[in-house]
């Protein structure tokens, strides 16, 4: 495993890290709590230090689950979490961004996760307006930095435009924000120059596109539940499924790199990034993801590839998300 810095916040984080949204046994399906705790200790074991959750995932047990796996090794370890997104389906997402939450948020997260501190605390998928009309919301954060109850803060943007406003306009010394190789426009916007110039860290999320960058969902998979992606029209889940026959020159030659292994490894080429975040559920998924950062790295030529693919394709149809649930 290597390790980067997370922009200017004093955090070294690991290149790959890891995804728990899953784990809280909602958003991707069921999950078995005894698997997500060997997951967790699996990554550990392999070097992995940066670990991604929310209070929203599952309600909290995301982050009871990492709690009571990785208590021990808690020093040795970075835990980012997020505030102010409220439970929901479907694409409406409610949100309470006030400073009682912020405080009542914290104080439960830390309780969960059986910690005194948190490393990264990020508002999560906040209106940019608000933070507009309502200064205390930064204000509050960095009281909690000040206090020692966290070691620093950032933003997990809805889009990479707000991601690049945020840092903008209110200078987020960390951002997380959707890039893949079938959604680069956090490169394409000036996000990544832009923190690059300021030393903002930027988390990669959404890596594997909810799973379709695998190769292993097929286009015409149904979701129950309350998994997330049941919310997507099926031409939508079509069009990810088909997204990763484009890119099948790259990772099955000789067998050297998997679909899995190409997308994280597109993700790290841009050293404006410093850490991924997949979703593990098993520590199988552990082992495969690990070893994208023990592969070469991509070269010029594949990168090159990669973009043109990108550039010729539309993988999103604006209109999905007006198609799709909208509660």
Request: with cysteine; aromatic share 8%; glycine share 10%.
């Amino acid at each position: 495993m290597r390790y980067r810095p997370l922009g200017r916040t004093g955090l070294t984080v690991s290149e790959i890290g890891f995804g728990t949204w899953g784990l809280g046994g909602d958003s991707y399906g069921p999950a078995d709590d005894d698997v997500s705790r060997a997951a967790l200790r699996a990554a550990f074991d392999r070097g992995i230090t940066f670990y991604d959750t929310s209070d929203l995932y599952g309600a909290g047990h995301s982050e009871t689950v990492l709690g009571a796996a990785l208590e021990d090794v808690r020093a040795r370890i970075v835990i980012g979490t997020k505030v102010g997104l409220l439970p929901h389906t479907g694409f409406a997402m409610p949100q309470d961004f006030s400073v009682a939450h912020l405080r009542e948020g914290l104080e439960a997260s830390l309780d969960r996760l059986r910690t005194r501190y948190v490393d990264l605390y990020l508002l999560h998928s906040p209106e940019l307006g608000l933070l507009r009309d309502d200064p205390e919301i930064i204000a509050t954060l960095k009281e909690f930095q000040a206090q020692g109850k966290i070691r620093a803060w950032g933003l997990s943007a809805r889009s990479p435009a707000d991601a690049k406003a945020g840092v903008e306009e209110f200078d987020f010394p960390a951002v997380q924000v959707n890039y893949n190789m079938i959604d680069q426009r956090a490169q394409d916007d000036g996000l990544f120059a832009l923190a690059r110039a300021r030393g903002t860290g930027i988390i990669a999320r959404t890596p594997l596109c909810f799973g379709y960058l695998t190769g292993k969902l097929a286009g015409d998979h149904r979701f129950t539940g309350r998994d997330h992606r049941a919310n997507w029209p099926a031409d939508q889940l079509s069009r990810w499924a088909e997204a990763p026959g484009l890119f099948a020159h790259l990772y099955d030659a000789a067998g050297q790199r998997t679909a899995t292994q190409l997308a994280l490894q597109f993700c790290l080429a841009d050293d404006a990034v410093s850490t991924v975040i997949p979703g593990m559920m098993t520590a199988a998924e552990v082992d495969e993801n690990v070893m994208a950062a023990e592969r070469p790295p991509l070269t010029a030529e594949e990168l090159t590839d990669i973009r043109s693919i990108y550039a010729s394709n539309t993988f999103y149809d604006r209109s999905a998300k007006q198609r799709g649930k909208q509660q």
